[in-house]
């Protein structure tokens, strides 16, 4: 059966906070050491469980921001309502324990070797996360599939894994959007992401791409249907949406 | 026995006039947040069909007026999405599935339930009768909008909410269970919210 997840029960699991890593003012990137860790596919998530001292529970799922075959992480960007991501981002420290399962869901998620064909990632703030594991993976695996990510940012101060998208290799085409400010002399685009933006962007459909999606649920609803406008299968064009509850 | 998670207090604890409606690991949202896999189709009504289908072949079918012309109810309820965000007291204009279930013969155990774009979720008969579960068309008086499932979705709030199929178009009726979209991606084969059937195994 190798390579097929002939999958038990997922069960909560104590994993080791090895590192946190401060990737932008809002989002940092906690990385796990789970003993007997199953192994991740690209695109898919965990969930975390926090246990207040009086017994309270909360659960809360993140995309998995590493690469098969890497320890696993999160990127947890911080909401200000949010009862879990700010606990994350602002109290969490290497040595700390937090319970986990995973790793979860089949559909959003890129295998090199059977989707076939150039791949458009599309990412609206930290809709980012679960494409950076794709583009790490794509790069690990040598995979020849050529790649385009547009990915909209409030501004360039929030763009997360910033060093690591422009140092990119080849095969590898990274957009930027800013939507609420730019830098002086920012040559890039500005604003929200559109039809005009991403017939500009993404692969011709002839070539049979494949999209994925992911961020608030307004961006994707829009980018979605911007791609099946442009004439992309809507099978293709595997989305991701966070939803605006202040939840995670 | 989970360890405490140092510095967390916890925000959300449900207040007690919601205790007894909110399963556990769930939390209380204000908002209707959205989560489906793929693009949202647009299916106009004038195109639209709802079918009871049976190895293979249609068992019975309504366009829009017919689907409009049965009885409909206003249902309350409370639902639970497998994310984790649970709503309250949310009101939809709704066939029931008996209504629709009534005027065909058979003897089925189980549905799949198939809609625009593909997906599909699997429910035993049983939770889909008995007055659990409706053909929703209408939210808080308004036609459902298209990316909470309108034109119609089903609605069958004591499961989790990814059984309540947006964009439905018909049931497949089956003698033995077979999964779904999110069931063959490992979620849960029946999904109740109350025991916390999220994933396969739980």
Redesign the interface.
């Known amino acids: 059966m190798a390579g097929t997840a002939l999958r038990g029960r997922l069960t909560w699991q104590n994993a080791k906070v090895a590192a946190v890593i401060r990737q932008t003012a809002r989002a940092v990137t906690i990385v796990l050491d789970v003993p007997g860790w199953p192994g991740q596919r690209a695109g898919q998530h965990l969930d975390v469980r926090l246990t207040a001292e009086d017994g309270y529970r909360a659960e809360r799922s993140y995309s998995i921001a590493s690469a098969p075959g890497e320890p696993v992480a999160i990127t947890v960007e911080r909401l200000d309502d949010g009862e879990v991501s700010p606990y994350l981002t602002d109290e969490l420290r290497a040595g700390d324990t937090l319970e986990v399962r995973g790793p979860i869901g089949g559909y959003f998620v890129w295998d090199p070797g059977k989707d076939r064909g150039p791949l458009l990632l599309v990412a609206g703030g930290s809709g980012i996360v679960p494409l950076r594991s794709i583009l790490r993976h794509r790069e690990r695996t040598g995979s020849t599939a050529p790649a385009r990510l547009l990915y909209s940012s409030r501004s360039l101060a929030e763009v997360i894994y910033r060093d690591e998208l422009d140092n990119d290799g080849a095969g590898v085409t990274v957009v930027y959007t800013l939507t609420r400010s730019q830098p002086p002399g920012w040559t890039g685009h500005a604003g929200r992401v559109d039809a005009a933006l991403l017939a500009e962007v993404a692969w011709p459909v002839d070539g049979e791409p494949l999209a994925f999606v992911c961020g608030p649920t307004s961006f994707v609803e829009t980018a979605a249907q911007d791609l099946v406008e442009l004439g992309y299968q809507p099978g293709r064009v595997k989305t991701e949406r966070f939803g605006a509850t202040g939840g995670r | 026995m ?12 449900v207040p007690a006039q919601q205790a007894g409606r909110v399963p556990p ?1 769930q ?1 209380v ?1 204000e ?1 209707f ?9 647009h299916t106009p009504t004038g195109n639209w069909t709802f079918s009871i289908r049976q190895g293979g072949s249609v068992r019975r079918s309504w366009d829009w007026l017919q689907m409009r012309a049965l009885p409909a109810e206003t249902v309350t309820a409370d639902i639970h ?1 497998v ?3 649970s709503k309250l007291g949310t009101e939809w204009q709704a066939v029931s599935m008996d209504t629709l279930l009534d005027q065909v013969e058979h003897d089925a155990r189980y549905v799949l339930a198939f809609c625009d ?2 997906y599909t979720t699997n429910l035993p008969l049983a939770d889909v009768t008995g007055g659990r579960a409706w053909l929703a068309f209408g939210f808080d008086g308004q036609p459902l909008p298209a ?1 909470h499932g309108g034109p119609a979705r089903l609605l069958v709030p004591h499961l989790y909410f990814w059984k309540s199929a947006k964009w439905v178009r018909g049931l497949d009726l089956l003698d033995a269970d077979q999964p779904g ?2 069931e ?3 979620y849960h084969r029946y999904g109740d919210p109350w025991r916390e059937q999220r ?4």
Do not use: I, K, N
């Open positions: 989970s360890p405490v998670s140092r510095g967390f207090h916890g925000r959300r604890r690991g939390y949202t908002d947040p959205v989560l489906s896999a793929g693009p949202t189709p999405c994310t984790r965000w774009g593909g990316e979209f999110w063959t991606y490992g994933y396969a195994g739980d």
